[in-house]
């Protein structure tokens, strides 16, 4: 399925292209037309776009007679090449939806079993390159599964520390206890910019834990930024070998 969707990504936008020529080549009075196309896949998918005049706003692919996905543009950005999409089980019923730009999942995107959220994940895109960042899994009744999530917590308090008034963040993260983490770091700073890519080229403070396994940074109320951003770095031992495993925050101060 993976190969095919990214063929079908290829052929929206070269369907875009080609609904550009027919707006040059055709009058300004072109009629409506709900179904601009359909093309046939060798392995049996179609995929039919609709809009109007000549201009695409939802693509539908199907599979021997079920509807399989669904991409309708979103227009977010100056490119026009992000996309809401939905996945559809056996049944014609949503199993997951989420937004993409090209052919990598961007924001949130949600997992679902018989009507039912089962899961829910993050991307972030970091340097052009999009990453899984923190995860959710749900019991039965929407129930959060913390034993099988990867995530953090966060509140800020104001406080009087030695006579001053700060501002104080207190941060938990919730690994994946499937898992097993030899060790636990969490560096943060207001200084990192353009979606952390120069994060390697901070000399960024280690943060110690509190009693309750939080981590917790003070500020100055006169500190002037807006955003907190960070990463925990998780140690994993597998075959004798340490692997570390990034979970990037991004905090609006208050």
């Known amino acids: ?37 359909i093309k046939n896949f060798e392995d049996g998918q179609k995929a039919t776009s609709y809009g109007k005049n000549a201009i695409v706003d939802s693509i539908i692919i199907e599979k021997k007679g079920i509807k399989i996905s669904k991409f309708i543009t979103k227009n977010k950005n100056k490119n026009g090449d992000i996309f809401k999409v939905n996945f559809y089980d056996s049944k014609g019923i949503i199993n997951a939806s989420g937004e993409m730009q ?38 039965s009744n929407d129930i959060l599964d913390c034993d099988k999530s990867s995530f953090y917590n966060f509140k800020f308090k104001d406080t009087v520390f030695d006579g001053e008034h700060v501002e104080v963040l207190k941060l938990r993260f919730n690994s994946d206890k499937r ?27 280690d943060i110690p834990k509190n009693r309750k396994n939080e981590y917790e940074l003070a500020f100055s109320v006169n500190d002037k930024f807006n955003v907190i951003k960070g990463f925990f770095i998780e140690e994993i031992k597998i075959n004798n070998e340490i692997k570390e495993k990034y979970t990037f925050v991004k905090i609006l101060r208050n």
């Open 102 to 139: 090209n052919d990598k999942k961007i924001g949130f995107w949600f997992y679902f079993k018989d009507n039912k959220l089962i899961r829910r994940e993050e991307y972030l895109k970091i340097c052009k390159k999009s990453f899984l960042n923190q995860v959710w899994n749900y019991k």
């Open 179 to 205: 898992i097993k983490v030899n060790n636990l770091k969490f560096y943060a700073s207001s200084k990192l910019t353009n979606d952390f890519c120069n994060v390697h080229s901070l000399k960024l403070i």
């Open 1 to 37: 399925m993976d190969k095919n969707f990214f063929s079908l990504i290829n052929y929206f936008q070269r369907l875009s292209t080609l609904i550009i020529l027919i707006i040059l080549n055709n009058s300004c009075n072109q009629k409506d037309n709900n179904i601009l196309e």
